[in-house]
């Protein structure tokens, strides 16, 4: 079936550099997608989303590029710090009506050396 | 509260005894999901309530699970004659901001069956 994937499972980056954390998608009619940074035994934590009209969006640290070209979403975190340490998850949904149910990728898990 | 809260935020069970998992969504949002996170794994689409409208019940994975929102708020998530396999962390995300798609997340119920 159709499904949100990642390509690195681990990330490991020295503090204060950028980071670049992957996602393939495979759904040609997904037109909403979403980070959520998970911290160990936490829930996730929304970081930024993007719907499918845009390319680029930036929040604070954080920008998330949409290539629908290629299916292909990416989160890149600037002056990545040790409390960025976490797992990472992507997700996609297609709005259908006002059910925007989130299909989520296995996650990668981004370490922080200090 | 500010957030979505979910109780019990533990829960130990035996086999074959029945569990309910309760989630407060955010004050106002309408839109209210259930998902469910195995060990290791992404998040697993289980139930989405909007409104007064019929749930969404495609991701339930056996009759056993059921999930109810009483006045438009509380949602209890009910599992049934639990199994060893239906350990995880259930989580729950309400929506329904200015951008009706950014679903939030509660800190997740802990389901471990023995």
């Known amino acids: 079936g159709e499904s949100v994937g990642l390509h690195l499972p681990t990330l490991s980056v020295q503090e204060g550099d950028n980071s670049i954390i992957n996602c393939a998608y495979s759904n040609s009619a997904s037109d909403y997608f979403i980070w959520y940074k998970q911290e160990s035994g936490k829930g996730p934590q929304f970081i930024i989303d993007?719907?499918?009209?845009?390319d680029k969006r930036q929040g604070q640290r954080v920008t998330v590029l949409l290539n629908k070209t290629v299916k292909h979403l990416s989160l890149q975190i600037a002056a990545t710090q040790p409390g960025d340490s976490a797992v990472y998850f992507c997700?996609?949904?297609?709005?259908?009506?006002?059910?925007?149910?989130?299909?989520f990728g296995k996650g990668t898990l981004l370490t922080v050396n200090p | 509260g500010a957030g979505v809260s979910q109780s019990p935020s533990n829960k130990v069970t035996e086999k074959g005894k029945d569990v309910e998992l309760r989630c407060d969504p955010i004050s106002g949002h309408t839109a209210l999901y259930w998902y469910r996170q195995s060990l290791g794994q992404g998040l697993e689409f289980l139930i989405y309530?909007?409104?007064?409208?019929?749930?969404?019940k495609s991701g339930l994975p056996s009759d056993r699970f059921s999930a109810e929102r009483t006045g438009g708020s509380v949602s209890t998530l009910t599992i049934q004659r639990t199994q060893q396999e239906d350990s995880a962390v259930y989580l729950c995300?309400?929506?329904?901001?200015?951008?009706?798609?950014?679903?939030?997340f509660g800190p997740g119920t802990r389901l471990l069956v023995l």
């Open positions: 995300a309400s929506s329904g901001g200015r951008r009706r798609e950014t679903q939030y």
């Open positions: 993007i719907r499918s009209n845009m």
């Open positions: 997700a996609e949904s297609t709005s259908g009506g006002s059910n925007y149910k989130l299909t």
């Open positions: 309530f909007q409104g007064n409208s019929a749930p969404d």
